[in-house]
Structure formats: structure tokens, C-alpha cells
């Protein structure tokens, strides 16, 4: 399978509680982790024990080489991963609270750099929104005439561009993303084959053509969140790539 997406440098604080507007609280600790939905997702896929590569971009700066290691450290074919000197690698800001709960602020950097030469050929490619949008659905229109089975992952969930849901054959949004991009309804009549939905602790809703059903999630104490949802999206697309 092929992953199109970000790579990014989280940087990660812990506190009692996420403030509020201009409000500042104190941090109980902080910690630099490799990230990026791209990224995330790519990982989760390659431990699900699917073979992936990844299209992507990262800047000629440290961070650039600690995502990569990263990436090949999980056996992640890196050759598609440009890296573009004039940007910094992505960056998150994350903010985590004692519930495990987050709130996160992504700067793009190479990321939006990010350019389609060839897509791999695969049997699933997975894509998400926090690279240039134009790229996602170039590998999505390429990946569907080759056969390839397409899943994106529609976050931010701002930035669909007319004629890219057309191209999906799973669509994966979370709660608050299925609401700005209209419901499951829309969605399925622009085209989509399959809806499933992330609830969180509430589990997965899936909707196909006429039918649809729930699945339970697993019941875990959370430490933190960042991340889950991609986690979901890797195993989900590991799982159709076999």
C-alpha cells in the first residue's frame, strides 16, 4: 500500500487541563515526537504488517532526518519522500490534558511542497488533507484508474476541493469532521463507497451503499489521544491492502 501525506515534528505538552483564549497554565512535561497524520498512519499500517510506501516531503533541517529514520525504522520505503531545503520540516503543537484529551496547531512547512512524480503500484493508497490537496487528488484519480483501492481520510476537513470525494472508495471522518462535511448522506451522494465513522470510546459507525452497522471499541484506560484516529486509518487500510 501507498501513503500520500504529512510528516511533521510534534511537540508535545502535558498539563492538568488545555487552556482556554489567552489563558496561560502551567505544563507537567514536554517531549519532541516524530507525527503527521501521513506519517502516524503510515506506521500504524506498517505494524498492522502491511508493506508501505510513502509520498511526502520534508525539510533539509534535523527534523527532516529524524521523520525519515523513523519511517525506515518501521521498514517504510522512504524514496518518494522529497526533501525541500528552502522549507522547515512540518510542525505540530500539542497540547495534552489529564484525560488524555488534545488540542493540536499544525504548520504545514514542507508539507505543502509535497509533488506527485509516480505513484507506486499498491493495492490501497491513503491519503489524507494536511499536504497540497491538488497532489491528493492527482495520486487518488491515478490510484482509481489503475484499480486501486482508495481511502481518505478527510482532515482538515475544510479542504475539499469539487470532485475529490468522487474518488474515494472509503471515506474515514471523525465525528466533528462528518459534521462540517455535511453527514454521512452527503457524502455517500457525492459519490463515496463506504463511510465509517471514528466516535472515539464510542466506537466506529460504517455506512455502505444501503446497509450500515456499529462496532464497539476496544475498552482502554487513555493516556493520550493524539493520534488514535490515524491509528484507525493505518490498521483499516492495512487490513483491505491484505
Same mark, same amino acid.
Given at each position: 500500500?501507498?501513503?500520500?501525506?504529512?510528516?511533521?515534528?510534534?511537540?508535545?505538552?502535558?498539563?492538568?487541563?488545555?487552556?482556554?483564549?489567552?489563558?496561560?497554565?502551567?505544563?507537567?512535561?514536554?517531549?519532541?515526537?516524530?507525527?503527521?497524520?501521513?506519517?502516524?498512519?503510515?506506521?500504524?499500517?506498517?505494524?498492522?504488517?502491511?508493506?508501505?510506501?510513502?509520498?511526502?516531503?520534508?525539510?533539509?533541517?534535523?527534523?527532516?532526518?529524524?521523520?525519515?529514520?523513523?519511517?525506515?525504522?518501521?521498514?517504510?520505503?522512504?524514496?518518494?519522500?522529497?526533501?525541500?531545503?528552502?522549507?522547515?520540516?512540518?510542525?505540530?503543537?500539542?497540547?495534552?490534558?489529564?484525560?488524555?484529551?488534545?488540542?493540536?496547531?499544525?504548520?504545514?512547512?514542507?508539507?505543502?511542497?509535497?509533488?506527485?512524480?509516480?505513484?507506486?503500484?499498491?493495492?490501497?493508497?491513503?491519503?489524507?488533507l494536511e499536504t497540497n490537496t491538488d497532489v491528493v487528488v492527482e495520486a487518488l484519480r491515478s490510484a482509481r484508474a489503475a484499480g486501486t483501492t482508495t481511502i481518505l481520510n478527510p482532515a482538515p476537513a475544510d479542504r475539499i476541493p469539487d470532485g475529490m470525494l468522487e474518488l474515494c472508495d472509503v471515506v474515514v471522518p471523525n465525528e466533528h469532521e462528518l459534521e462540517?462535511?455535511?453527514?454521512?448522506?452527503?457524502? #455517500?451522494? +457525492?459519490? *463515496?463507497?463506504?463511510?465509517?465513522? &471514528?466516535? $472515539? =470510546? !464510542?466506537?466506529?459507525?460504517?455506512? @455502505?451503499?444501503? /446497509?450500515?452497522?456499529? #462496532?464497539? +471499541?476496544? *475498552?482502554?484506560?487513555?493516556?493520550? &489521544?493524539? $493520534? =488514535? !484516529?490515524?491509528?484507525?486509518?493505518? @490498521?483499516?487500510? /492495512?487490513?483491505?491492502?491484505?
Amino acid at each position: 500500500m501507498v501513503v500520500v501525506g504529512s510528516l511533521n515534528l510534534d511537540l508535545v505538552a502535558t498539563a492538568p487541563r488545555l487552556p482556554g483564549p489567552g489563558e496561560t497554565v502551567h505544563g507537567s512535561s514536554f517531549s519532541e515526537v516524530a507525527g503527521g497524520k501521513g506519517l502516524n498512519q503510515a506506521v500504524a499500517a506498517a505494524r498492522a504488517g502491511a508493506s508501505v510506501g510513502f509520498v511526502g516531503a520534508v525539510g533539509g533541517d534535523g527534523a527532516g532526518e529524524l521523520l525519515r529514520s523513523v519511517a525506515r525504522g518501521d521498514g517504510i520505503d522512504d524514496r518518494l519522500v522529497a526533501t525541500v531545503d528552502a522549507q522547515p520540516s512540518g510542525r505540530a503543537l500539542i497540547g495534552v490534558d489529564a484525560s488524555g484529551e488534545n488540542s493540536i496547531i499544525v504548520v504545514a512547512g514542507a508539507n505543502a511542497h509535497v509533488e506527485l512524480a509516480d505513484l507506486p503500484s499498491a493495492r490501497v493508497v491513503l491519503a489524507q488533507l494536511e499536504t497540497n490537496t491538488d497532489v491528493v487528488v492527482e495520486a487518488l484519480r491515478s490510484a482509481r484508474a489503475a484499480g486501486t483501492t482508495t481511502i481518505l481520510n478527510p482532515a482538515p476537513a475544510d479542504r475539499i476541493p469539487d470532485g475529490m470525494l468522487e474518488l474515494c472508495d472509503v471515506v474515514v471522518p471523525n465525528e466533528h469532521e462528518l459534521e462540517l462535511l455535511g453527514g454521512v448522506d452527503a457524502l #455517500l451522494a +457525492a459519490g *463515496v463507497g463506504a463511510v465509517v465513522v &471514528t466516535r $472515539g =470510546a !464510542g466506537g466506529v459507525d460504517v455506512a @455502505a451503499g444501503e /446497509a450500515s452497522w456499529h #462496532l464497539d +471499541a476496544y *475498552v482502554v484506560d487513555a493516556i493520550d &489521544t493524539t $493520534g =488514535a !484516529g490515524d491509528a484507525f486509518c493505518g @490498521a483499516l487500510a /492495512a487490513r483491505l491492502a491484505a
